[in-house]
C-alpha cells in the first residue's frame, strides 16, 4: 500500500492513513472474497473508506467487481476503493460506466464517491474533455488491421477492400491519427502504419471504440445474409450455452431492402442486430468477428458473460 500512499500524495496533495482491518472486523466477509483481497481501513480529507486490495494476478469482470463492491458495503457501511496493479484500459472504461471506485498506483484514481478523479493517461478527448470515440468507418479500418496481415496500407488500398469512397476513407484515417492508434508515412503516395503488436493496440483502442449494434429487431425466419452474432455466436466460440433464440447480425444496407420483413415484436424467434458495418466484412465460417462480438455484447450484465468475453479476447492472439 506504499505506492498508493505515495501516488495520491504526490498527484493530489493529500495525506491519507491506511492501516490493515484486523481478522475480528472481517468476520462477516464471505471467505471468497477474503482470499481475494486484502483489505484496509482509509481515511481521506476525514472520509472514512475501506481499500480492498486485488490480490490475485488474473482480473475479474467489471460486474463482478460491481457485486464485490455491494457485499462489502452491507460488511462495513463505507465506500470501498479497490486497489489493482494494473488493469486492462477496456476493463477501466467499463468500471467507470458502473461507477466503481479504484485506484491504480501511478496510472489513475477514480473515487466518484469522493468526487475524486485523476489520470495520467492521455485520452482522445474534445475540448470538453469528452471521450470522443472512432467513427463505424474508422472503427471498420482498424478492424480490418486487426484481422488482416501487415502493418503498412495505401488509401487506394483500403478503399477498394473495404468498398468504401475514397474521402469518407481519409476522414476516418484522420480520426485514427487524431487517436493515436497509427501514423501516415508518405506525402504523395501515403500509407496507412500501425504498431505491430495487435494485442497492445486493441487494449488502446477498445475505449475508443462502439457496440456495432444500431438497433434490434425481429422476425419469423433468419434473414438472406444473416451472419450469427450476439449469444449464438458467443456459444460458438466460448463455453456457454446458446440461447433459445437465434441471434443473427445484418448491415443497414440489408435492413433498409427488406425493412417491412421486421418487426419490433420481442417474442418472434429470430433476435436481429442491425450493424453500423457489414458484419459480413470480418466473418468467419457464418460466425460474426471476436472484437465486434466484444463490443455488441460488453455492456450485458451476466458475469458469466462478461468472463467469457474476457476470455475471448485474451486468446485472440
Not at 133 to 159: H, M, R, V, W
Amino acid at each position: 500500500m506504499y505506492k498508493l500512499i505515495e501516488y495520491i500524495k504526490s498527484e493530489l496533495g493529500i495525506d491519507i492513513g491506511v492501516s490493515p482491518i484486523e481478522a475480528t472486523q472481517k468476520k462477516d466477509v464471505p471467505i471468497f472474497l477474503s482470499g481475494l483481497y486484502n483489505f484496509y481501513d482509509g481515511e481521506i480529507a476525514g472520509q472514512h473508506i475501506v481499500f480492498a486490495e486485488f490480490v490475485p494476478e488474473s482480473t475479474l469482470s467489471p460486474g463482478q467487481y460491481a457485486k464485490h463492491k455491494k457485499i462489502l458495503m452491507e460488511v462495513w457501511q463505507k465506500p470501498i476503493v479497490f486497489v489493482f496493479r494494473s488493469i486492462q484500459s477496456y476493463n477501466r472504461q467499463r468500471m467507470i460506466a458502473q461507477g466503481i471506485n479504484f485506484v491504480v498506483p501511478y496510472s489513475m484514481i477514480y473515487m466518484p464517491d469522493l468526487l475524486i478523479v485523476f489520470s495520467n493517461n492521455a485520452k482522445d478527448k474534445d475540448n470538453s474533455g469528452i471521450l470522443q470515440y472512432l467513427s463505424p468507418t474508422a472503427q471498420t479500418i482498424l478492424l480490418y488491421y486487426f484481422y488482416g496481415t501487415g502493418n503498412d496500407f495505401s488509401y487506394k488500398e483500403i478503399q477498394k477492400s473495404l468498398d468504401m469512397p475514397y474521402p469518407t476513407v481519409c476522414r476516418a484515417i484522420e480520426k485514427l491519427v487524431k487517436s493515436q492508434l497509427c501514423e501516415i508515412l508518405g506525402t504523395r503516395n501515403k500509407t496507412l502504419h500501425f504498431e505491430n503488436d495487435k494485442k497492445k493496440l486493441l487494449e488502446k483502442a477498445l475505449p475508443l471504440m462502439k457496440s456495432p449494434v444500431k438497433r434490434v429487431v425481429y422476425a419469423e425466419e433468419i434473414p438472406l445474409n444473416a451472419i450469427s452474432s450476439g449469444m449464438t455466436a458467443l456459444s460458438e466460440y466460448t463455453f456457454l450455452n446458446p440461447d433459445e433464440t437465434k441471434h443473427v447480425a445484418i448491415s443497414m444496407e440489408d435492413f433498409k431492402m427488406e425493412k417491412n420483413y421486421y418487426r419490433e415484436n420481442a417474442f418472434m424467434p429470430v433476435y436481429i442486430e442491425v450493424w453500423n458495418y457489414a458484419p459480413s466484412l470480418f466473418a468467419h465460417d457464418g460466425w460474426v468477428d471476436k472484437i465486434s462480438l466484444y463490443l455488441s455484447l460488453k455492456d450485458n450484465n451476466d458475469e458469466r458473460v462478461q468472463h467469457e468475453l474476457t476470455q475471448m479476447l485474451q486468446g485472440l492472439w
